[in-house]
């Protein structure tokens, strides 16, 4: 694996392994159940799922406990989460890889991406996109920080690590017949979920 960028080398090295740590429990778990929850009840037929960036698998979990039928899948770029995920027997297949050096073997029902682009490269955001495009047999979903403009937030004080903009837009542009099927917002003071101010959007692939 050839890691092109900082960011890659940020997540695959030092600080990856001590995210996985810090991502697991009941409380992240709950959240992810939650925002799925609501994601997959305007979709139709999942029988399978691929995450970009699964990390240590909670979002995955949180998707087996609403459709247990469904043949999950996983990108990582860490070692230590992609052990973990391998060690999930809900998983059948884990990719310990760079998403830029992804290659695709089928198309999933529906490609998930959560909190990763915000952390991915700008100058290669698009290779990024055409790869959930090309993942994807019906449906993406993109759950990141959203801002109307590109913008750089400093990021548990490391420069170049957190990008804010309109990923869903981008994307949108670039394949035109991509639909927007639904979206929403969760707030950090949630009554019942204060994890995290996330922007999620589910669209569908043209016929």
Request: proline share 3%.
């Amino acid at each position: 694996m050839v890691l092109k960028t900082d960011q890659e080398k940020f997540w695959a090295g030092d600080f990856g392994d001590e995210y996985c740590n810090r991502v697991s429990g009941e409380k992240l778990l709950a959240f992810s159940t939650n925002l799925f929850s609501k994601v997959i009840s305007s979709t139709s037929k999942v029988a399978s799922v691929l995450e970009f960036g699964a990390n240590i698998g909670i979002n995955l979990e949180a998707l087996n406990s609403l459709m247990p039928l469904a043949e999950l899948s996983a990108i990582e770029i860490n070692s230590k989460a992609a052990a973990l995920l391998r060690a999930n027997q809900n998983i059948k297949h884990v990719y310990e890889t760079s998403i830029f050096d992804f290659s695709l073997d089928f198309q999933r029902d529906l490609v998930v991406i959560k909190t990763v682009l915000i952390h991915i490269n700008p100058d290669f955001l698009s290779k990024v996109y055409e790869l959930l495009y090309e993942s994807s047999k019906k449906y993406i979903c993109i759950a990141e920080y959203y801002n109307p403009t590109p913008v750089t937030v400093e990021y548990r004080g490391h420069s170049e690590r957190l990008f804010k903009r309109d990923f869903a837009g981008e994307i949108m542009k670039k394949y035109p017949d991509l639909k927007l099927i639904d979206y929403g917002f969760f707030y950090h003071n949630d009554n019942n979920y204060p994890v995290d101010d996330i922007n999620w959007f589910l669209l569908e692939k043209g016929s």
